[in-house]
Structures are given as C-alpha cells and as structure tokens.
C-alpha cells in the first residue's frame, strides 16, 4: 500500500521530475501558495501520478485533494484539528497523520489513519521542531503501539539512516532534504529506491 521510498517534494514539476524516474509514493507539500494555484499544482501532480501508476499524497489541502480525486491525505497534529476527518473517509482517501509523541500518536489513532509518522527521527535543518530527535528506539516502540497500521519514519533522513530505519521496524522513510537538495536528485531518488527496495 505505501512504498518504502517516500519523497516529500515542493512543487508539481518535483513530482513530474521523480514520478518517471520509478517513485511511486510522493507527498506534495506546498506552502504559501494562492488557492488557484495549489489546485493547479494538485491537479498536475496528480495526473503525472495516474499516468505512471504512482500515488499522489496531498499535505494538509484535504478539500483540493478530495476535489482532485487524490487517492491520499497527509494531515500534521495542527490541521487535524480543523479538518473533517469524516469527509475524507467518504470521499474514499486514504488518510496519513503526523505524530512525535504519545498525546498525539493518540489523537492520530483515534481518526484510524491509514499510516502514522513518527519524527525527527534525526536532526533536521529543514524546519524548527519543538520535539528533540526521536531515535531509532522510538520506531520500535511506535511499531509496536499503532499495530498493523503502516509507520513512516520521517526527520533528518539520508539513505544509509532510512536503511536504518526500516531495520528497527519502520514500513517506509519520508525524506525531503536529501533528495531535492541533491545534486542530481534523480539519481539519488533511483539509489533509494534500489537500496530501500532490497532491504525489504
């Protein structure tokens, strides 16, 4: 259901760019942007998607994802509280919830997420986190606490730490920085994708 490569990109031609190049889970994450052009970059994402048999995760724009017919939402602590978690359900997506600790791995199970994430795993430059870094003992007990449901790791990620990862228990690693920051980022994607893949 989720792939164990999991790219978090900013834009649509980010997802145009690593779609083709073999990822098949890949969140948009789109900050600051007017309505209009959200939807058009929702829209180009995901039909890049359903062209290559990728599926397209939509961060925080629930509306536009379910106007889109996207097939996932990825949902931070914060826009829980202000998203209707039942219209998403009906609309048929699959939902993805962020958590970095037991209060709000609680309030995420409690919207039966199609997957939690756990994170910073690591340290990350990316954005000020108000949680200190999680660790790779963390992802055990995590995998233990949501069941069957799926756990992404996400935080401060390059390969060799998702590979990490994905040993202590972890279904799939989110990673941002050390792919659209990468020199040649396609073929970074492509190494993860190998190297994610054979350590299934």
Known sequence: MIDRFYPVVPSADWVARLVPAGTRFIQLRIKDQPDAELRRQVR???????????????????????????????????????????????????????????AELDKGLAVDPDYVALGPIYPTLLKKMPFAPQGLDRIGEWKRLVGNKPLVAIG?????????????????????????????????ARKWIAETQAAA
């Open 156 to 188: 401060g990620l390059t390969l060799e730490r998702a590979l990490l990862c994905l040993k202590a228990g972890a279904d799939s690693a989110a990673v941002v920085g050390d792919i659209v920051n990468n020199a040649d980022p396609v073929a970074q």
């Open 44 to 102: 180009e994402a995901q039909g890049v998607c359903a062209r290559h048999g990728a599926q397209l995760i939509v961060n925080d724009y629930w509306k536009i994802a379910i106007d889109e017919k996207c097939p996932w939402v990825h949902l931070g602590q914060e826009d829980l509280v202000d998203a209707d978690v039942a219209a998403i359900h009906k609309a048929g997506l699959k939902l993805g919830v962020s958590t970095h600790d037991h």
